[in-house]
Nanobody, 115 residues
Framework: QVQLVESGGGLVQPGGSLRLSCAAS????????MGWYRQAPGKQRELVAA???????SYVDSVKGRVTISRDNAKNTVYLQMNSLKPEDTAVYYC?????????WGQGTQVTVSS
């Protein structure tokens, strides 16, 4: 099991930026592919970005060009840099293994994009 603590969310105006962080502990972090997921009210949780242990990345179409996932294996941390935020990006953001493979979820961090 990998324990996860997300941070960095907040209220931002459309077009703004946020950088989310996810601190991981409890297992061999660097070997796992990690992802950022989000869940908007009334919607299912979706994977929006993923990064392999070697640093290869992938993104859902709705965030491509606006979002960058990265990781620092020495710090057991995964980041999500989000730019040009839109109201439809409003959601609780979680990190986890990708796929989650039954790993426990953290508390998430709320991102609200509103003027």
């Amino acid at each position: 099991q990998v324990q996860l603590v997300e941070s960095g969310g907040g209220l931002v105006q459309p077009g703004g930026s946020l950088r989310l962080s996810c601190a991981a502990s409890g297992s061999i972090f660097s070997i796992y592919a990690m992802g950022w997921y989000r869940q908007a009210p009334g919607k299912q949780r979706e994977l929006v970005a993923a990064i392999t242990g070697g640093g290869s990345t992938s993104y859902v179409d709705s965030v491509k060009g606006r979002v960058t996932i990265s990781r620092d294996n020495a710090k057991n941390t995964v980041y999500l840099q989000m730019n040009s935020l839109k109201p439809e990006d409003t959601a609780v953001y979680y990190c986890n293994r990708a796929p989650s493979a039954g790993n426990s979820w953290g508390q998430g961090t709320q991102v609200t994009v509103s003027s």
